[in-house]
């Protein structure tokens, strides 16, 4: 046995960017704890941090390609895999043109330094416009209106919350997911800084989640009614006359628009629709406007729902005319060492609308079609239907809406390829799966969280075990398939490109790069560099062609009476009279974590919340099973009788269902849950954006 060793990175499952110290002994790993001189983290990590050795030691996971044959699976060599593969995928396009393949990439992917960086060269490889991603069940309402006010998708207001006196937390649990599109490690912490330096947190939320738990004040809210009362705190704003745009005076156009639209969302209108009394909706909107610094951040509650474009424009509306945009304390741009934006010239037309999609007409926005529409486009006959499709770290059949209607539709596919390392309920319709390696045998560095983060830092992770000789790097087999796709030889120059010298270049051209900021450098300081608190950017940042911020873009504008329209239908469907939302735990990040002995060990956490009073109503006690039916499918639950939840309003965690149809993930097989997007209605989006609506599918509920 060697000695004890110490290995610095980042932990790389969820977006806080947690730094993590691990002591290992030859390929062992003795313990993973936060690494106290992170200068972000500061010693913080979660309890998930551990799946990173799961991953690694995980006795199910693949390290050669398997493909699937009329007696089972078997071993193939990487090169008959890739010959297979090649052959299949330009035959298809051949016979039914270069769209009839598919792209679905995976929330890992973002987590990933290789995939970031050699994803495009591979998309590009495979000539079709036919991509998803799981961007389109979570954050596209962001980027769009990013891309709408500011210029570029990129480009989204932070909260600033290390300098915010009163945080207005819409449809967001960051207290357990700990941020999103706010990478911020230990929110709790920061969040009790806020409340030490005599600030106010207020939550709103159908569920009294953890967070609504160490909040000063907790609001319930009828779910998709958040736009309502966005605007009518927006409405609050211009009658009180308090309209204070501060530096961004005249960088702004729309402002007249806005106020005349406002005008018709007076809180004492929208009140008994969103569920908050009128008087308590003026008392918030001005404890914002007294607030030296306020900031509004809303998130999977008022994302992943039918109005989630909407509710992502009014936030940053909200912030803006406070008076809280752009300044220490409100919603900021960061200013990343690798920046995403840093080629996006000002006036950019981005790809929004570009085409819509072949059966629902749903647009296409960020060089990808919503995922909700991905079963249609393979199952509905005619020129331009899907007949091949190709995931990338992506368990869609659990983690998109009716994932068992995904399930039918990949099994009628004519060929199907999966990069993954788990033989899962997606890769399972699959005929070669190509298993790429795990967290920490990669080398890391966050190239899209840095854009969301709370405070400019920068990180580089080595890997900390080399990958065995007949194992491939994910980033390896996207390289491999564009280059055989594209006829490159595979001697070609352009083949011994690493991750490690795009990111070098980019580091050096980046903001930081004259003060010698360099992969060296990074590698030089092991537990990261910090570059300090965001700060106001808002002229140099801004790529809208006339440098300014619009307040009122027209596709909004275009929405209004969509959102009109539920103050004049009635309050409950007859029958699917409860509305579903969903839930994240401390212990999983969507569906790539349930395999971890540690994170899944305990209390079956898959369980349906419901309110006192409708399980009186109903007879429901506690831990008695349930059935819960949509217009689409239905599942079997155990009950949790609580008053965390709003009457009316159910609610269950995303991710869970696995080891459906024989599949053998062992430790998943001990806990495996139920899936909730076997009841999630992919019919159901948000249409201006095409985001998956998941929160307010209309259920019903009996005992079992
Ligand atoms: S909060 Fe996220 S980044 Fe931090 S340790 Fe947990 S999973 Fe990892």
Same mark, same amino acid.
Request: proline share 5%; charged share 20%.
């Given at each position: 046995?060697?000695?004890?060793?110490?290995?610095? #990175?980042?932990?790389?499952?969820?977006?806080?960017?947690?730094?993590?110290?691990?002591?290992?002994?030859?390929?062992?790993?003795?313990?993973?704890?936060?690494?106290?001189?992170?200068?972000?983290?500061?010693?913080?990590?979660?309890?998930?941090?551990?799946?990173?050795?799961?991953?690694?030691?995980?006795?199910?996971?693949?390290?050669?390609?398997?493909?699937?044959?009329?007696?089972?699976?078997?071993?193939?060599?990487?090169?008959?895999?890739?010959?297979?593969?090649?052959?299949?995928?330009?035959?298809?396009?051949?016979?039914?043109?270069?769209?009839?393949?598919?792209?679905?990439?995976?929330?890992?992917?973002?987590?990933?330094?290789?995939?970031?960086?050699? *994803? #495009?060269?591979?998309?590009?490889?495979?000539?079709?416009?036919?991509?998803?991603?799981?961007?389109?069940?979570?954050?596209?309402?962001?980027?769009?209106?990013?891309?709408?006010?500011?210029?570029?998708?990129?480009?989204?207001?932070?909260?600033?919350?290390?300098?915010?006196?009163?945080?207005?937390?819409?449809?967001?649990?960051?207290?357990?997911?700990?941020?999103?599109?706010?990478?911020?490690?230990?929110?709790?912490?920061?969040? /009790?800084?806020?409340?030490?330096?005599?600030?106010?947190?207020?939550?709103?939320?159908?569920?009294?989640?953890?967070?609504?738990?160490?909040?000063?004040?907790?609001?319930?809210?009828?779910?998709?009614?958040?736009?309502?009362?966005?605007?009518?705190?927006?409405?609050?704003?211009?009658?009180?006359?308090?309209?204070?745009?501060?530096?961004?005076?005249?960088?702004?156009?729309?402002?007249?628009?806005?106020?005349?639209?406002?005008?018709?969302?007076?809180?004492?209108?929208? +009140?008994?629709?969103?569920?908050?009394?009128?008087?308590?909706?003026?008392?918030?909107?001005?404890?914002?406007?007294?607030?030296?610094?306020?900031?509004?951040?809303?998130?999977?509650?008022?994302?992943?729902?039918?109005?989630?474009?909407?509710?992502?424009?009014?936030?940053?509306?909200?912030?803006?005319?406070?008076?809280?945009?752009?300044?220490?304390?409100?919603?900021?741009?960061?200013?990343?060492?690798?920046?995403?934006? #840093?080629?996006?010239?000002?006036?950019?037309?981005?790809?929004?609308?570009?085409?819509?999609? #072949?059966?629902? /007409?749903?647009?296409?926005? &960020?060089?990808?079609?919503?995922?909700?529409?991905?079963?249609? =486009?393979?199952?509905?006959?005619?020129?331009?239907?899907?007949?091949?499709?190709?995931?990338?770290?992506? &368990?869609?059949?659990?983690?998109?809406?009716?994932?068992?209607?995904?399930?039918?539709?990949?099994?009628?596919?004519?060929?199907?390829?999966?990069?993954?390392?788990?033989?899962?309920?997606?890769?399972?319709?699959?005929?070669?799966?190509?298993?790429?390696?795990?967290?920490?045998?990669?080398?890391?560095?966050?190239?899209?969280?840095?854009?969301?983060?709370?405070?400019?830092?920068?990180?580089?992770?080595?890997?900390?075990? =080399? /990958? =065995?000789?007949?194992?491939?790097?994910?980033?390896?087999?996207?390289?491999?398939?564009?280059?055989?796709?594209?006829?490159?030889? *595979?001697?070609?120059?352009? *083949?011994?490109?690493?991750?490690?010298?795009?990111?070098?270049?980019?580091?050096?051209?980046?903001?930081?790069?004259?003060?010698?900021?360099?992969?060296?450098?990074?590698?030089?300081?092991?537990?990261?560099?910090?570059?300090?608190?965001?700060?106001?950017?808002?002229? +140099?940042?801004?790529?809208? +062609?006339?440098?300014?911020?619009?307040?009122?873009?027209?596709?909004?504008?275009?929405?209004?009476?969509?959102? &009109?329209?539920?103050?004049?239908?009635?309050?409950?469907?007859?029958?699917?009279?409860?509305?579903?939302?969903?839930?994240?735990?401390?212990?999983?990040? &969507?569906?790539?974590?349930?395999?971890?002995?540690?994170?899944?060990?305990?209390?079956?956490?898959?369980?349906?919340?419901?309110?006192?009073?409708?399980?009186?109503?109903?007879?429901?006690?506690?831990?008695?099973?349930?059935?819960?039916?949509?217009?689409?499918?239905?599942?079997?639950?155990?009950?949790?009788?609580?008053?965390?939840?709003?009457?009316?309003?159910?609610?269950?965690?995303?991710?869970?269902?696995?080891?459906?149809?024989?599949?053998?993930?062992?430790?998943?097989?001990?806990?495996?849950?139920?899936?909730?997007?076997?009841?999630?209605?992919?019919?159901?989006?948000?249409?201006?954006?095409?985001?998956?609506?998941?929160?307010?599918?209309?259920?019903?509920?009996?005992?079992?």
């Amino acid at each position: 046995m060697s000695e004890i060793k110490t290995h610095y #990175r980042n932990c790389n499952i969820c977006e806080a960017m947690c730094g993590l110290e691990i002591k290992y002994q030859d390929k062992e790993i003795i313990s993973i704890k936060g690494d106290q001189q992170d200068p972000f983290s500061q010693g913080y990590n979660c309890p998930k941090a551990t799946a990173l050795e799961d991953f690694y030691t995980d006795k199910d996971r693949l390290k050669t390609p398997i493909k699937r044959t009329a007696t089972g699976w078997e071993d193939i060599s990487w090169d008959e895999a890739f010959s297979e593969i090649i052959d299949k995928f330009k035959g298809i396009q051949q016979q039914y043109g270069k769209n009839a393949l598919a792209i679905y990439l995976g929330n890992p992917n973002a987590h990933s330094l290789g995939n970031a960086l050699f *994803l #495009r060269p591979f998309m590009k490889s495979l000539g079709t416009i036919n991509r998803f991603s799981s961007a389109s069940t979570d954050q596209i309402p962001h980027h769009v209106a990013a891309n709408f006010m500011f210029g570029a998708g990129m480009l989204i207001p932070i909260p600033d919350i290390d300098r915010t006196d009163f945080m207005l937390i819409i449809g967001g649990n960051p207290v357990v997911s700990n941020g999103s599109m706010m990478t911020a490690p230990n929110v709790i912490g920061r969040m /009790k800084a806020i409340q030490k330096r005599g600030g106010k947190i207020v939550v709103v939320d159908p569920r009294r989640t953890r967070t609504a738990k160490i909040a000063d004040q907790h609001l319930f809210i009828r779910p998709e009614k958040d736009a309502l009362l966005l605007f009518a705190m927006i409405h609050c704003v211009f009658a009180r006359g308090k309209v204070n745009l501060r530096h961004i005076e005249t960088m702004v156009t729309g402002l007249d628009e806005l106020e005349k639209l406002a005008k018709t969302y007076p809180p004492e209108k929208v +009140a008994e629709f969103v569920g908050i009394k009128a008087s308590t909706i003026h008392t918030l909107a001005d404890d914002m406007m007294a607030a030296d610094a306020a900031i509004c951040y809303s998130r999977m509650g008022a994302s992943t729902q039918t109005f989630g474009g909407l509710c992502q424009w009014l936030t940053n509306v909200l912030n803006i005319i406070t008076g809280n945009f752009d300044r220490a304390g409100g919603a900021m741009f960061p200013q990343p060492a690798f920046d995403l934006l #840093r080629n996006q010239k000002k006036g950019y037309k981005s790809s929004f609308g570009q085409y819509h999609s #072949r059966v629902r /007409k749903l647009p296409f926005f &960020n060089g990808e079609f919503p995922v909700a529409t991905l079963a249609e =486009e393979i199952q509905t006959a005619g020129e331009g239907q899907i007949k091949s499709l190709i995931t990338v770290a992506g &368990n869609p059949v659990l983690s998109a809406p009716s994932g068992h209607k995904l399930a039918e539709a990949f099994d009628s596919l004519d060929y199907m390829v999966a990069i993954d390392i788990y033989l899962n309920e997606t890769t399972q319709y699959a005929n070669i799966i190509l298993p790429g390696t795990t967290g920490i045998e990669n080398s890391h560095f966050d190239i899209f969280f840095n854009n969301f983060s709370v405070r400019n830092t920068v990180k580089y992770s080595a890997p900390l075990f =080399e /990958k =065995e000789p007949q194992q491939r790097a994910d980033w390896q087999i996207l390289q491999e398939i564009a280059a055989r796709m594209t006829n490159t030889p *595979l001697d070609d120059p352009m *083949l011994k490109i690493t991750p490690e010298m795009l990111l070098d270049s980019e580091l050096k051209k980046g903001a930081y790069g004259k003060q010698g900021m360099s992969l060296q450098k990074l590698i030089d300081n092991p537990h990261g560099i910090d570059l300090g608190p965001l700060m106001p950017c808002i002229e +140099a940042r801004i790529k809208t +062609a006339n440098g300014k911020v619009d307040l009122a873009p027209q596709l909004y504008i275009d929405d209004l009476p969509r959102l &009109n329209s539920v103050m004049t239908q009635p309050a409950r469907d007859q029958q699917y009279p409860f509305d579903l939302i969903g839930r994240r735990l401390v212990k999983s990040h &969507n569906t790539w974590t349930q395999n971890s002995a540690r994170l899944v060990k305990g209390k079956n956490p898959c369980t349906l919340e419901i309110h006192p009073e409708d399980a009186k109503l109903l007879g429901i006690t506690k831990g008695q099973r349930l059935k819960v039916s949509s217009l689409v499918g239905e599942i079997e639950i155990e009950a949790v009788i609580t008053d965390d939840i709003q009457q009316g309003v159910v609610s269950m965690p995303q991710g869970w269902g696995h080891n459906q149809k024989g599949i053998k993930m062992s430790v998943a097989a001990t806990q495996p849950g139920v899936s909730i997007n076997d009841i999630t209605d992919a019919d159901r989006v948000d249409l201006l954006t095409g985001n998956a609506a998941f929160n307010g599918t209309p259920v019903a509920i009996e005992i079992a």
